[in-house]
């Protein structure tokens, strides 16, 4: 198990930029797939981005892509998500999460930090 603990986040204005981090505890925080995933008032839970356990593979949602970026620093047992071009739709509860599979489905990691508000004003 690994436990995860999230800063950052806060509002911004359009076109701002902020960066998330989530920063682990426990055991074997290098083998552990993380993504960040985001829920927006009224809206389901979705996928943002994910990161395999060696930081080899990278994944993005498609409304995210060339502007979030998505890292993953082993020695200081911290993950991150810099987001770029903020928009207002991009408002949310940022989440991370750590897991055993490289995966968009939010069932499949099964450690969770405890959410970071991101507000994009217009």
């Known amino acids: 198990q690994v436990q995860l603990a999230q800063s950052g986040g806060g509002l911004v204005q359009a076109g701002g930029s902020l960066r998330l981090s989530c920063a682990a505890s426990?055991?074997?925080?290098?083998?552990?797939?993380m993504a960040w995933f985001r829920r927006a008032p009224g809206k389901e839970r979705e996928f943002v981005a994910r990161?395999?356990?060696?930081?080899?593979?990278?994944g993005y949602a498609e409304s995210v892509q060339g502007r979030f970026t998505i890292s993953k620093d082993v020695g200081k047992n911290t993950a991150y998500l810099q987001m770029d071009s903020l928009k207002p739709e991009d408002t949310a509860v940022y989440y991370c999460?750590?897991?055993?599979?490289?995966?968009?489905?939010?069932?499949?990691?099964?450690?969770w930090g405890q959410g970071t508000q991101v507000t994009v004003s217009s």
């Open positions: 999460a750590a897991g055993g599979t490289y995966a968009t489905d939010a069932g499949l990691y099964y450690n």
């Open positions: 990161i395999s356990s060696t930081g080899t593979y990278t």
């Open positions: 426990g055991d074997s925080f290098s083998t552990y797939h």
